[in-house]
């Protein structure tokens, strides 16, 4: 569908500028679209630089809008040894793993020599989680630009004494490149595993700073970028990033609670089959009286006895199990 609307700013601006205010696209991808012809203001084809003044209405052919829509977002569990980015000598870049054989789920396309897929957001060789890798200039801008402020979280295991002082220091109070770093949020999940949220993305920047309160990272995965998790996707697959994710990521929306359901009660709060009274469920019989045969009917006899039901007492009936039927041949 063809993308139109009109600018209602009171100074004039550049049309690149104004589509990537707009999240329609980036300023290199609408630099793109001008030149080939697929942007017009007012009617009148847009030609590279040009300014929108106050009421006029630029329109996007739907050529453009399809091509847009068609860009790749793509969530992939990267497994230790892969290298996010460009590879060097014998290293495997992610891209190379993004196959149809390692997808997750359907995708409406699959990643091919012509999709120029780049990862947004650093993680290391050694380090294994969520990677985002996408052509769309604007998810890259929200996830990694200078503005951005989604956290990411990530579960570390290490090794060494792991203390309230050490803790204290991870949160705040340390320094890289003679940087300050922003304080960090640092809670421990398991004796010697810890989790961490941070709000940003210096090199290497966990291990670093393990290693400056001597404590040595084992093993370090990344569960979450800003609302969208890794959850149960396996390792080494892949799967395509949704529309909702996608708006979620550029609006900076909080990640889910996870909240009981009010109507169901939780499972803890029942008692225990061993705590249960005796005889719960049960019905209750006669002192004396023996207990009726479960082949028996109400009124039907058995020798040269009837077997007459109690009065107030109910039998279970038996469900028998659905004959086999012999197919026509």
Same mark, same amino acid.
């Given at each position: 569908?063809?993308?139109t609307?009109?600018?209602?700013?009171?100074?004039?601006?550049?049309?690149?500028?104004?589509?990537a +205010?707009e999240?329609?696209?980036?300023?290199?991808? $609408? #630099?793109?679209?001008?030149?080939?012809?697929?942007?017009?203001?007012?009617?009148?084809r847009?030609v590279s630089?040009?300014? &929108?003044?106050?009421?006029?209405? &630029?329109?996007?052919?739907?050529?453009?809008?399809?091509r847009?829509?068609?860009?790749?977002?793509?969530l992939?569990?990267?497994?230790?040894g892969?290298?996010?980015?460009?590879?060097?000598?014998?290293?495997?870049?992610?891209?190379?793993l993004?196959?149809? #054989?390692?997808?997750s789920g359907?995708s *409406?396309?699959?990643p091919g020599?012509?999709?120029k897929l780049?990862?947004?957001?650093?993680?290391?060789?050694?380090?294994?989680g969520?990677l985002?890798?996408?052509?769309?200039g604007?998810?890259? /801008?929200?996830?990694?630009g200078?503005?951005?402020e989604?956290?990411?979280?990530?579960?570390?295991?290490v /090794?060494g004494?792991?203390?309230p002082?050490k803790?204290d220091?991870?949160? *705040?109070g +340390?320094?890289?490149?003679?940087?300050?770093?922003?304080?960090?949020?640092?809670?421990?999940?398991?004796?010697?595993?810890?989790?961490f949220i941070?709000?940003?993305?210096?090199?290497?920047?966990?291990?670093?700073?393990?290693?400056?309160?001597e404590?040595?990272?084992?093993d370090l995965?990344? &569960?979450?970028?800003?609302?969208?998790e890794?959850?149960?996707l396996?390792?080494g697959?892949?799967r395509?990033?949704s529309?909702?994710?996608?708006?979620?990521?550029?609006?900076?929306d909080a990640p889910?609670?996870r909240?009981?359901r009010?109507?169901?009660p939780?499972?803890?709060g029942?008692p $225990?089959?061993?705590?249960r009274?005796?005889?719960?469920g049960?019905p209750?019989?006669?002192?004396?009286?023996?207990?009726?045969?479960?082949?028996s009917?109400?009124g039907?006899?058995?020798?040269d006895?009837?077997v007459?039901?109690? /009065?107030?007492?109910?039998f279970?009936?038996?469900?028998?199990?659905?004959?086999?039927?012999?197919?026509? /041949?």
């Open positions: 569908m063809a993308w609307k009109t600018y209602s700013g009171d100074e004039p601006l550049r049309i690149n500028k104004w589509l +205010l999240g329609v696209c980036s300023r290199r991808e $609408a #630099d793109s679209l001008i030149e080939q012809g697929l942007v017009k203001v007012d009617g009148e847009a630089g040009q300014k &929108v003044e106050t009421g006029q209405t &630029v329109f996007l052919a739907q050529k453009a809008s399809r847009l829509d068609n860009q790749l977002s793509i992939f569990h990267k497994p230790v892969i290298v996010s980015g460009t590879p060097e000598g014998d290293e495997i870049p992610a891209v190379r993004l196959t149809a #054989d390692s997808l359907k *409406h396309a699959i020599r012509y999709n780049a990862p947004l957001g650093r993680l290391d060789k050694d380090s294994r969520l985002i890798l996408s052509e769309d604007v998810l890259a /801008k929200a996830v990694i200078p503005e951005s989604l956290d990411k979280e990530y579960l570390v295991k /090794k004494d792991v203390t002082e803790l220091r991870l949160r *705040h +340390l320094e890289l490149d003679g940087r300050q770093l922003k304080p960090a949020i640092v809670e421990p999940v398991k004796p010697q595993e810890l989790k941070l709000r940003e993305g210096r090199n290497r920047q966990i291990r670093r700073m393990c290693q400056l309160v404590l040595r990272v084992v995965m990344r &569960v979450r970028v800003g609302p969208l890794l959850a149960g396996p390792e697959k892949w395509p990033i529309s909702r994710e996608r708006s979620a990521l550029l609006n900076g889910r609670a909240k009981p009010p109507d169901k939780e499972r803890s029942r $225990a089959r061993d705590e009274p005796q005889g719960a049960k209750l019989r006669r002192a004396g009286a023996s207990a009726p045969r479960r082949d009917k109400p039907a006899t058995t020798g006895k009837r007459s039901p109690l /009065k107030g007492e109910k279970k009936r038996t469900k028998l199990k659905p004959r086999k039927r012999t197919p026509i /041949k």
